[in-house]
């Protein structure tokens, strides 16, 4: 449950509710299922959703190498997997991973992932693609163009891979892409090649953590270009110190811009400091404070967010 006090509103929603189902079938064959709830009330005329964020079967080829095949999770940033909120510092997501990758981000489609040397892994997954429009204010906006497998056009489906490193321990190195042929599946005036690729570092020393990511677009045509979105890019670094179990402090630097690719100065800049209370290892309480500056004045904001999550 979030609260945002901020110049732009002043609000208390329950942003997310999600129920995990799994199954074993036999050793090797699993289930993997999710089914969110966001902003508490969804139907015709209301805030919320009910989405079915992932949904797939896992079937161990070896006992290294595994298959999915269903609606998934892609392997992209840091949060995209992973985003339960006793994981992350801050009541909301960071806009980098929000606005350029954009979290959370699912598709269908089929994968492979496993180890390929200690510490060592890796992910492929040929999927769904985006959809993006190609007019309005939300033009080649990637964040827009998520189908959500929902009847989703699969004119130009799209591929994900990654190459992952876990093997000192407190630390992950990754870098991931994906390219898509058309992210307007073949609905715009031309072909939109998109590729994306995004590397990050995930440091946990002690009570000294650190994250760090960059995540970058390059999106092809007269179309995107004319707008500046042919580049879309953008990156954060976030240190943070664990006192003891239960409290840890963090802030954050953001800058991203989703019209890198005109002369103009588009690029959003933000910086979120705060804290983390855990009342047991999977339940918190969140309080900081963001400040947000934009290209012009009008797209400023700045205020307080608190929050509540758990899982288990």
Known sequence: MHWNSLQSKDEID??????????????????????????????EGKEGELELEQAYIERDLTDNQHAQVGLFLLPLGILNEHHEPDTFYGVERNPVE???IPTTWWEGGIGLHGDI???????VAAHSGLNVPTTGSSAFLTR??????????????????????????????????Q????????LGQERARAFLWETHAVLQRGPFGLRALY????????????????????????PSWRFNDRWGVFARYNRWDTAAGDS??????????????????QVVLKLDYMDKNGPTSDLDDRGVNAGVGFSF
Do not use: C
């Open 14 to 43: 329950f942003h997310r509710f999600v129920l995990f189902l799994g199954h074993e079938f036999d050793a090797r064959t699993r289930l993997f299922a999710e089914l969110e709830l966001e902003h508490a009330l969804a139907g």
């Open 98 to 100: 929000t606005n350029i």
């Open 117 to 123: 040397a200690p510490g060592w892994a890796y992910n």
């Open 144 to 177: 827009s163009g998520r189908q959500k497998v929902s009847e989703a056009v699969a004119e130009d489906p799209a591929m994900t891979a990654r190459i992952r490193y876990q093997g000192i321990p407190g630390l992950e190195l990754a870098l991931s892409g």
């Open 179 to 186: 390219y898509q042929d058309d992210l307007t599946q073949g």
């Open 215 to 238: 995540s970058g677009w390059d999106i092809g045509g007269d179309q995107a270009q004319a707008l500046g979105r042919d580049e879309q890019n953008g990156w954060y670094v976030e």
């Open 264 to 281: 103009a100065d588009s690029a959003f800049k933000q910086v979120d400091v705060g804290f983390n209370y855990w009342l047991s290892e």
